[in-house]
């Protein structure tokens, strides 16, 4: 079975661009949570959408958006990129939205703002 | 502010013996609890998940949870090069979000 897909892997947008990252969860999966991890720290959420509905908003700025679709596959969108935004941003999906399920991650898109 | 804490490293353990990693988290209402490994530029992947006060083993791998202490654990034996990477513990709290950790590094020494 297929893993939790992302894309695009890389991406480089200059300041005041818009991006749009998009992940495919795992067969099954219900849930995908959004995580933005800049090197050596932990991820750091930044929402969590089951059966298409928001279950949960980290402390992002409104600049950050998302929605998962019918398919469960879903979208993060960045508004008005700042430097600040470049990071590794991780898509995780899991079979509920409780989290006591484990999330399993897919390879993540790298982005970078010039 | 709910948080999860852990040593950055790093940590230095020679090939073959046992490496321990802990974990501390603030929020009492935490039910489940998850160890992760991070390669350098890769995603992080699980390694255990415990939910019961007690011991967990899987393969090299133990996970000790005591909820009393709010303190989580991650033995690893027989270390091998190949376990060189970040370790992430993250703790679902008590608003079914995950908080994670900032990861501690581990050296494994041929």
């Known amino acids: 079975d297929a893993g939790v897909t992302q894309s695009p892997t890389h991406l480089i947008k200059t300041r005041g661009q818009h991006v749009t990252l998009r992940c495919s969860p795992i067969?099954?999966?219900?849930?995908v949570s959004w995580y933005q991890q800049v090197l050596g720290q932990g991820p750091q959420f930044i929402f969590q959408y089951y059966e298409k509905e928001e279950r949960g908003r980290g402390n992002f700025p409104d600049r950050f958006s998302a929605r998962q679709f019918p398919n469960y596959s879903s979208e993060l969108n960045v508004n008005a990129l700042l430097l600040g935004d470049s990071a590794l941003y991780l898509c995780?999906?899991?079979?509920?939205?409780?989290?006591?399920?484990?999330?399993?991650f897919g390879d993540g898109t790298r982005l970078s703002i010039l | 502010q709910k948080e999860v804490e852990q040593n950055s490293g790093p940590l230095s353990v020679p090939e073959g013996a046992i490496a321990s990693l802990n974990c501390t988290y603030s929020?009492?209402?935490?039910?489940?609890f998850f160890w992760y490994r991070q390669y350098s530029g890769k995603s992080p992947e699980l390694i255990m998940s415990?939910?019961s006060n007690g011991d967990k083993e899987d393969g090299r791998f133990t996970a000790q949870l005591n909820k009393a202490s709010q303190y989580v654990s991650l033995l690893i034996r027989d270390s091998q090069p190949s376990d060189s990477a970040t370790y992430l513990c993250?703790?679902?709290?008590?608003?079914?979000?995950?908080?994670w950790g900032a990861g501690t590094k581990l050296i494994i020494k041929p």
């Open positions: 995780a999906s899991s079979s509920l939205g409780t989290g006591d399920q484990p999330q399993h």
């Open positions: 929020d009492r209402g935490s039910q489940s």
């Open positions: 415990i939910y």
């Open positions: 067969s099954g999966h219900k849930s």
């Open positions: 993250a703790v679902r709290d008590s608003n079914y979000q995950l908080i």
